[in-house]
């Protein structure tokens, strides 16, 4: 009973000791934190005397000191908790911070080196490679930077792993500013530790958001590939690169190397196509999917590829002027075929929506384009995009045969099927389109301001650009007389009456000379003439806006317009590299500045 006694007494005395050297520590940083550093130094000296507080003082009453620049007082006690505790390495980063206040560069840097050295040796001898993890965070948290790269660097050569401090390192550069070197980095993380390659695309993605940035990537990468051409996490993150600058024809070139090497199937190709399908490089997109067709027959992709191909292929035969209507029929052949051999119902009746839209708008062949959809839009398949795709088809068809009222009904019936869902409002954005055609502004803007707010950026963007239209043409003309003009003309193009069209454009520029629309007009001059292969004629119209009219909102759109004509059509690339230069001076700001910068560099040759 005694013992216990005695027992629980030295217990409660050595509690109570705890207890007061507690509250001395907190009294002496109260001290510190208020400014009274002559009553915390007097404090900390005294708790200084036992070791067991060191831990606790240390970094308060070492910054005090070099604060009030007491350095003798500072080395005294370092030379003493040093010399108590000569193993703990962050007393001695601090010996060489002291040094460093006392403007003794020279022995601040051969205590850091010295120390550098000794950690990547201990590390060695006791395999513990945390230790030189945990002296670069130290450098780090003093400001010591250039050192704590050093430790990491020299504890990677002492180890012999050349993998090793990777992650921490990039980490290190990133907050340095070096992005050339954090790249390295992270690319020798990669290659040793390829199961975290989308952690390291993932950092790249928040980090280099400059497209020096990504250039700088890519050429680190090429390099990695010429030295180590066997490691296929480089042409990995080659293809990543390339979609992130949205060059999809060098992503595909990567992707097809990557994947005849990984034997997957052609993974990485289909997912280069179906980014530059919805990027509408269409090209990009039809190259790849021929390629899983061609190259790749057990992929399981393969009906995937072969659906995006006729898409794909669709775009490009409606994109190239002026259209070749024998290409169409030889896509409605494929279609055909495709519907014949699918086992997807609704993929089927997408493909069968697409071939009457062929027949209506790009071979004149109305009648046969409404009995295809009438005949769809018949099958018992409920609520589905498209069977509600193939009912707005059949509106357009309507209007195309200027028969508005039955398309009216049709968007309708569409809109009350998907209210408040994307196909909703695409069908209210074409009645709004309707009402603007038939010369109803104010019914149209009703239902253009409810579609600015829609969930859909793209429908939200139409909206706004047909109301800018509407409102900047309208505002001091109260009879609205040169907009319904317009608005008809727009119709007339709708309905393939395309000559006719281009006559009564003409014709308003001559009316109204001085009308806020006269930008508008040059410019749908100059897509029209652009579809029937008129290109000197586009640039004609085009060159009176980027002459006259480049301080107006259709600017950018007019220089972007001539610069991919003369890609394009003209096959002029000199002239081309000079107006996306052009574009990218002038309008900075532009929504065509990275697609102008891409040309631009595709036609250099950089890729």
């Known amino acids: 009973m005694r013992r216990v006694v005695v027992s629980l007494f030295a217990s409660l005395i050595c509690f109570m000791v705890v207890a007061q050297t507690v509250d001395e520590v907190s009294l002496a940083n109260q001290y510190y934190r208020m400014g009274e550093f002559e009553k915390a130094r007097t404090e900390y000296k005294k708790l200084a005397r036992n070791k067991r507080n060191i831990s606790r003082i240390h970094e308060n009453y070492f910054k005090l000191l070099l604060t009030v620049e007491d350095y003798d007082e500072a080395e005294k006690y370092l030379k003493s908790v040093l010399k108590q505790m000569p193993d703990n390495f962050i007393y001695e980063v601090d010996n060489g911070v002291l040094f460093q206040a006392k403007n003794d560069v020279k022995k601040a840097n051969t205590i850091f080196e010295n120390l550098i050295k000794k950690v990547a040796r201990v590390a060695k001898e006791n395999n513990r490679s945390n230790d030189v993890r945990v002296l670069a965070q130290t450098f780090f948290e003093k400001n010591l930077r250039e050192y704590a790269l050093q430790a990491y660097q020299e504890g990677r050569k002492v180890l012999g792993r050349p993998q090793l401090f990777s992650l921490e390192l990039a980490n290190a550069y990133r ?28 950092s790249f993605q928040r980090i280099l958001n400059e497209p020096a940035d990504l250039d700088t990537l890519e050429i680190l990468l090429y390099e990695q590939i010429q030295q180590d051409g066997g490691n296929p996490v480089y042409n990995d993150i080659l293809v990543w690169t390339h979609l992130q600058q949205k060059n999809f024809t060098a992503a595909l070139r990567q992707a097809r190397a990557l ?58 035969i409606k994109t190239a002027y002026p259209v070749d209507t024998t290409a169409v029929r030889d896509l409605i052949v494929r279609y055909d075929q495709f519907r014949e051999e699918s086992r997807d119902v609704f993929t089927v009746l997408d493909a069968q929506r697409r071939t009457a839209l062929l027949h209506a708008f790009y071979l004149n062949e109305i009648p046969q384009a409404i009995e295809i959809l009438n005949d769809l839009v018949k099958q018992p398949i409920g609520k589905h995009r498209v069977l509600a795709e193939a009912k707005m088809d059949l509106a357009d068809i309507y209007l195309l045969n200027k028969e508005p009222w039955e398309s009216i009904l049709l968007y309708a019936q569409v809109e009350k099927m998907f209210k408040d869902e994307p196909l909703g409002y695409e069908a209210k954005l074409k009645s709004a389109k309707l009402s603007y055609f038939k010369g109803e502004f104010e019914l149209a803007q009703g239902h253009l301001d409810i579609l600015k707010l829609a969930t859909s950026r793209e429908i939200a963007n139409d909206a706004l650009d047909l109301s800018i239209l509407i409102k900047n043409n309208t505002v001091f003309d109260s009879t609205d007389v040169v907009m319904r003009e317009y608005a008809n003309i727009e119709l007339m193009l709708f309905q393939n009456q395309t000559n006719e069209a281009i006559e009564e454009l003409r014709n308003m520029l001559v009316k109204y000379p001085s009308h806020s629309i006269q930008d508008e007009i040059h410019f749908l001059i100059a897509e029209t003439l652009r579809t029937l292969g008129d290109f000197e004629g586009a640039l004609q119209s085009l060159n009176k806006i980027n002459e006259g009219f480049y301080f107006e909102i259709l600017g950018d759109d007019a220089l972007f317009l001539t610069a991919v004509i003369h890609e394009e059509e003209l096959k002029n690339e000199d002239k081309a590299m000079e107006l996306y230069t052009d574009l990218l001076k002038k309008f900075p700001g532009s929504i065509f500045v990275a697609e102008s910068r891409k040309r631009f560099r595709e036609l250099r040759g950089d890729f």
């Open 175 to 202: 907050l340095m500013n070096q992005k050339q070197m954090m790249v390295k980095e992270y690319l020798t993380f990669s290659k040793y530790q390829p199961q975290n390659i989308n952690y390291v695309k993932n």
């Open 259 to 316: 994947d005849m090497r990984t034997q997957n199937n052609g993974e990485n190709i289909i997912n280069v196509g179906m980014i530059a399908y919805r990027n509408e490089d269409y090209k990009s997109a039809e190259k790849a999917f021929n390629y899983i067709i061609n190259d790749f027959k057990e992929s399981p992709s393969l009906s995937l590829a072969r659906k995006y191909s006729l898409l794909s292929e669709e775009e490009v």
